[in-house]
């Protein structure tokens, strides 16, 4: 059986509605071994083909095929799988890109829970990324998961992120941050930044060579950021993860309007919003 076949088996197979046709599971696992290929090239040729699987026909009205497309052919990494980075890692494999890295040393412990999505009872002392990439596969087994259970670093960075279309910081110590924009910055890589405290959020999009985080923390004495005296509720995360996966769609399928050299501020006790230009 060859690709030519494939395809005409996806096209016959394929559910038809008023906006194209629609893959489900059930027939991708089925091709995947009639056809002998795996449920990720499965997936891609139908991509290929304007098939949409039916995990993402929700998306339709908001991204093209091609752009699902895209979206199916990047690679990130969330640096950092606590607060931020597990919403961002739900997100993320949720939306259909196609690779994550996961980088992160910690292990699940019990001042997590209230706010970390990944974090249960029956996992704490248990490595954030490994956790991180078990929730990957049981959501969207194509998306290729890789739990890197390791501080990032100066000596590491430059090996963990190669390859990285984007990367996510959803770091809470602001050297290593400085350290990760260094690195993305080096390797050409966009970065999409986050970080709560509180009530209160901030992201942006750094760009390899712009200043935006080095010019906002300039003079920043605390290794943690402001959290440290002003706590974390669940729902901060939430909000400023949901964006940064937002900002991070827009800068892979080089959509305009992106926080390139501007501060987005939000401030959920008064529901007031800001976009700081640096």
């Not at 060859?2 to 629609?22: A, P, Q, R, Y």
């Not at 090239?41 to 699987?53: R, Y």
């Not at 939306?95 to 999505?117: C, K, P, T």
């Not at 400085?178 to 966009?190: F, R």
């Amino acid at each position: 059986m060859n690709m030519h076949e494939l395809i005409n088996k996806l096209k016959t197979s394929s559910i038809t509605d008023s906006k194209g046709k629609i893959m489900s599971w059930e027939l991708q696992t089925n091709l995947s071994k009639d056809y002998n290929f795996t449920l990720r090239e499965v997936e891609k040729i139908a991509l290929e083909n304007d098939i949409i699987p039916a995990r993402y026909q929700r998306n339709r009205n908001t991204l093209a095929i091609s752009e699902q497309l895209a979206l199916f052919n990047k690679k990130v990494a969330v640096v950092g799988c606590g607060g931020l980075g597990g919403y961002i890692i739900e997100e993320v494999a949720r939306l259909g890109i196609g690779s994550i890295e996961l980088i992160d040393a910690d292990v699940f412990e019990e001042h997590n829970l209230n706010r970390q999505l990944l974090a249960k009872i029956d996992n704490l002392g248990i490595s954030k990324t490994e956790v991180a990439k078990a929730r990957v596969n049981e959501i969207n087994p194509i998306c290729d998961a890789k739990a890197h259970d390791i501080a990032f670093d100066m000596l590491n960075g430059v090996e963990l992120l190669r390859g990285v279309d984007l990367v996510f910081d959803a770091l809470d110590c602001i050297s290593t941050r400085l350290k990760l924009v260094d690195v993305t910055s080096e390797l050409n890589i966009p970065m999409v930044h986050g970080a709560i405290a509180g009530w209160y959020g901030q992201i942006t999009t750094s760009l390899p060579g712009d200043k935006t985080l080095q010019k906002w923390y300039k003079g920043a004495q605390a290794a943690k950021g402001i959290e440290a005296a002003l706590g974390n509720p669940a729902f901060t995360p939430a909000t400023v993860a949901s964006i940064q996966v937002a900002e991070a769609c827009k800068v892979l399928l080089n959509k305009q309007n992106i926080l390139n050299n501007k501060m987005l501020t939000i401030n959920l006790l008064d529901m007031e919003f800001e976009i700081i230009e640096m």
